[in-house]
Structure formats: C-alpha cells, structure tokens
C-alpha cells in the first residue's frame, strides 16, 4: 500500500491519497449468503482473492464557518473458487462479490446548514456460485442527498437531518429476489450532550 497527504496552508487544502493491492489464498473460506429469511454460512473450501483499493479525498477550509469535502473510494475485487478444478463453477466470482463497487461522498458544511450528497456504485454480482445469467445480479448506483442543522440546547446539541434516499427511483437488488424500495425520504434527529 501507499499513502500521499499533503496540506496547503495558505489555500487551507488538505488532500489525501491511499492505494493498497493484496493478493491472498484462503483455505476454508465462510461466506455468508441470504436465503428467503435468514442467512445460510457456508464454506468455500479454496479461494484466490486479488485486489486493488483506491482512496482519495479533499477537504477545503474555505473559513472558519464553511468548510467543502470530497470523499472518494473504488475497490476492484477478483475473488475466485478454486477448490474444485471439475467443478462447474471453478474459477467462478464467489457470491454477493462484485468486481468493482465505489462511492462518493460531497459536502458542504456552513454554521448554518450541511448538505451532502452521496453516489454509490455497484457493479455485477452473482447469487450462486455458477456465474450464468440465471444468477446475475445486475450492478446498480444509488444517488442520496441530505441536508442537516446542529442546534445548541444548553450544554446539548440536537442534530437534525432530512435525506432523500435513492433519488433516481431505481428498483435495483443488493440481494437477489429483494428489491430495494424507490425514492424515500427520511427524518433523523440526534441528541448529542
């Protein structure tokens, strides 16, 4: 893995790099995969997982009262079965494991009001351990966003937050048979003391 952070004071920028790649063979993997109420362990006897994880993000000080960020991942994962070389899905992406998945997360916070907004990204996915058709779980994006205040109560804060979850509507599965509901909105508030 390597890191670069570099700060710039003058412009009260600081940005911040990560990347690791790893490789690993597993013996004896347990994976957990969803049934139609609860969820059914099971061992993956050999799996031969590579990756590379990408970290980026920004964040501007623009006064003591608004500050901007950015927060960026990607992840590519290669995970494969290679217990048996006769069977039908040897060399196969394991469950529930996409090859690339991501988010980014854009906020602007004033003494006043944070509003955020959020991407994520899914790519494909299989729910069996055979990667044909049948099985595929098509890759999605999900686009949020919320807008928040802080109010002082005494000693207390009370944070409060309303967000628009899954503001293109789509219909897409994170488990396979189950799909997540449309556009909703949601109310939050925190006591903070």
């Not at 608004?66 to 040897?90: E, F």
């Not at 779980?137 to 109010?151: Q, R």
């Not at 599965?173 to 508030?189: A, D, H, Q, V």
Request: hydrophobic share 35%; with cysteine; aromatic share 12%.
């Amino acid at each position: 893995g390597l890191s670069w952070e570099k700060y710039y004071h003058q412009k009260k920028i600081s940005l911040n790099l990560t990347g690791d790649i790893y490789c690993n063979y597993i013996k004896d993997k347990i994976a957990a995969t969803p049934t139609l109420f609860i969820w059914k362990m099971r061992n993956i006897g050999r799996v031969l997982m590579a990756g590379a994880d990408v970290t980026a993000s920004v964040h501007w000080t623009i006064s003591p009262k608004v500050k901007i960020s950015a927060d960026a991942n990607w992840s590519w994962q290669y995970a494969i079965d290679i217990t048996n070389p006769s069977a039908k899905n040897y060399r196969h992406q394991i469950p529930y494991t996409p090859r690339h998945c991501g988010n980014l997360a854009v906020s602007a916070e004033t003494y006043w009001i944070t509003v955020t907004y959020t991407l994520i990204g899914v790519g494909d996915r299989y729910a069996l351990p055979q990667n044909i058709p049948s099985n595929l779980i098509p890759s999605y994006t999900d686009h949020s966003i919320s807008v928040g205040h802080t109010f002082p109560i005494g000693r207390t804060f009370l944070r409060a937050r309303l967000e628009a979850l899954n503001l293109s509507g789509n219909n897409y599965e994170i488990i396979k048979g189950y799909p997540m509901s449309g556009r909703s909105f949601r109310i939050t508030l925190k006591f903070k003391y």
